[in-house]
Structures are given as structure tokens and as C-alpha cells.
């Protein structure tokens, strides 16, 4: 299996553009510090990759990925298609960034994600003009993606995007946990398997199986600890009351994570979380229990 990291920031990335916090004047100072926003390429078939959240920086991730670059005609490209976590808007305002698309976008979401693109953000009706967007449904069941790839979903919250805290629920649909999913990843022929989750507003059985029988594991680091946001002064909110679990702490994912057999790295991290500052004491903590923190652009092969 091939992951291809595009990006490993939350939203507004690193640095936000009007946010004058420790992590983001510090990469402004220190370009390598940067991070564009939370995604990731996965390759399904020679020279077909299907990118995991669009954010807005898409199109720029792409340029920095030569495996993604299009030719040899003149619009070939090897990006197929677009999977999605849920349906925030640094995951998705990048699917109208491939508004050039030649015969469409294919976006694989569950229904309630699908429900608040369509009727929250109206995708459908300003990208219609453009390109089609053409709907896979993301579920519990293993689908193939590609070739090589098996994709399944597992329901982790009902944490709506702010966007649609009021939309009211499609006619007959439940309002229910696939809000925001993990997704799984499997490649029969080689048996390797990969968990991406950056929005874990909670930890069911299910995710901890998942994680201890995957080769990789690329999960939710937006905050080192519960309290993050509101010492930093961002939201007067915690962590968990955001729909993150912190990697710190009682409540937090490292102790869930020390000790798995997979690669596990953190990515989606917020410009508050001192990760992002590579001096920071944290990675010494972090590193004595085996766990990362995924770096831009980086190429994982299971
Ligand atoms: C999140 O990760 O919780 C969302 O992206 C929050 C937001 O951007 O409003
Ligand atoms: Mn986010
Ligand atoms: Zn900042």
C-alpha cells in the first residue's frame, strides 16, 4: 500500500493567515515548520490515487506530489476521485478547487455528509455548472476503491460541521454516528492495513481493534491536551468538547495508541499544539512512547 501525506494541519493551517500564536509565528518564521491542511493521497492502481479530504490547499498539494501531477495527455490526471472523513469545511472546500475536472468528480462520503455538501454548502448546485460530482456511498462494508484497495467506514460521532447545526435531517434518514467515520483501508493482495481518523470525538471498540491490526495508523492530533484551547485563548471550549480527543491526558489517545504493533502518527494538528514547534519538549514524551507526528509530504509504503 502506498500513502502519499499531503498535508497534516488542522483548519486554517500552519500559519493561519490572521493568527499571531507562538506555533504560527514560528513557521512563519521557520518555513519548515509550515503544514497545509490535513490530507492524504492513496494510491488504488498504477497512476490512480484518490485524495482522503479536500482541503483548501488542495490544488497546491497536488503540485508538491509529482505522483499526482496529470499527463501524459494534455488533461490525463492520476487524481480519481476525492474520500472524505466528514464534512468540515478544511475536508471539503477543496472539491470545489477541481471545478476543471474533465468528466467529473467522484466523492465517496456517508449520506449525512453527502446531505450537508449538497444542502448546507450547495456543492452541488455551484459545481453542477462546471463538473458533475458523481456520489459513492461510504459505509461499514468493505468497497473496492481501484484495484488494490478495500475502503470501509467506521462510525465515530455525529458532530456536525457548524455550517449545518441547523439543517434539518434528510426525509427518512437518521441523524447518526457517520457524521464523522474513520476510514479503513485494506490491500488484499499484500495484507496490509491503514486507519486515517483526524476527527476522533471519541474512541469505540471497534476503533481500538482497528488500530491494532493496522500496519499504519494516521489519527487525530489536533491538540497535545484537554484544556489547549482555552489556556491559548482560541475557543472557550476543551479538546473533547470540540469533537477532539486531546493526545494527552487520562481521556487521551497515546495511552489507547503506546504499545500497538502499526506505525502510529499523528496528523491534523492545531497551530496551538506545541508539536508544532520540532524543539518542543512534547516530542520527547511522545517519542518514548513510539509515536509521530506525520510530516508533510511524507511517503509511507506497507
Ligand atoms: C474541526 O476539525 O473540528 C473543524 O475543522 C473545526 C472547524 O474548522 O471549524
Ligand atoms: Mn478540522
Ligand atoms: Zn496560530
Not at 485494506?186 to 471498540?205: C, F, I, Q
Not at 475557543?235 to 486531546?246: C, D, E, N, V
Not at 500497538?260 to 508539536?275: A, E, K, Q, S, W
Amino acid at each position: 500500500m502506498l500513502l502519499q501525506v499531503l498535508g497534516t494541519a488542522a483548519g486554517g493551517g500552519l500559519p493561519q493567515w490572521n493568527c499571531a500564536c507562538p506555533g504560527c509565528a514560528g513557521a512563519r518564521a521557520h518555513p519548515h515548520r509550515r503544514r497545509r491542511h490535513a490530507s492524504l493521497a492513496v494510491r488504488v492502481a498504477d497512476h490512480r490515487w484518490y485524495v482522503v479530504n479536500a482541503g483548501p490547499d488542495l490544488t497546491d498539494q497536488i503540485e508538491a506530489a509529482p505522483a499526482l501531477h496529470p499527463g501524459p495527455g494534455l488533461r490525463d490526471t492520476p487524481v480519481v476521485g476525492v474520500v472524505l472523513t466528514d464534512a468540515e469545511l478544511d475536508h471539503t472546500l477543496g472539491i470545489a478547487r477541481l471545478r476543471e475536472a474533465r468528466t467529473g468528480v467522484e466523492v465517496w462520503a456517508t449520506p449525512p455528509v453527502r446531505h450537508a455538501l449538497l444542502n448546507g454548502l450547495r456543492l452541488g448546485d455551484v459545481l453542477g455548472p462546471y463538473t458533475p460530482l458523481e456520489w459513492r456511498e461510504l459505509g461499514p462494508d468493505p468497497q473496492p476503491l481501484g484495484d488494490a484497495i478495500e475502503l470501509s467506514a467506521l462510525p465515530i460521532s455525529a458532530k456536525r460541521p457548524r455550517y449545518a447545526h441547523e439543517l434539518p435531517p434528510p426525509p427518512g434518514a437518521r441523524d447518526d454516528l457517520s457524521w464523522a467515520v474513520a476510514l479503513l483501508l485494506h490491500e488484499p493482495s499484500t495484507g496490509a492495513r491503514a486507519v486515517y481518523a483526524p476527527a476522533l470525538a471519541a474512541w469505540p471498540d471497534a476503533l481500538q481493534k482497528a488500530v491494532e491490526d493496522a500496519d499504519c495508523v494516521l489519527v487525530d492530533g489536533t491538540f497535545w491536551d484537554d484544556d489547549e484551547p482555552v489556556r491559548t485563548g482560541i475557543s472557550p471550549r476543551t479538546a473533547t468538547a470540540m469533537g477532539h480527543l486531546p493526545i494527552d491526558g487520562p481521556d487521551g489517545t497515546a495511552h489507547r495508541l503506546t504499545g500497538i504493533r502499526g506505525r502510529c502518527l499523528y496528523t491534523h494538528l492545531n497551530n496551538t499544539n506545541p508539536l508544532t514547534d520540532p524543539d518542543a519538549a512534547e516530542h520527547t514524551r511522545l517519542t518514548a512512547l513510539g509515536l509521530e507526528v506525520a510530516a508533510e509530504r511524507m511517503v509511507i509504503e506497507l
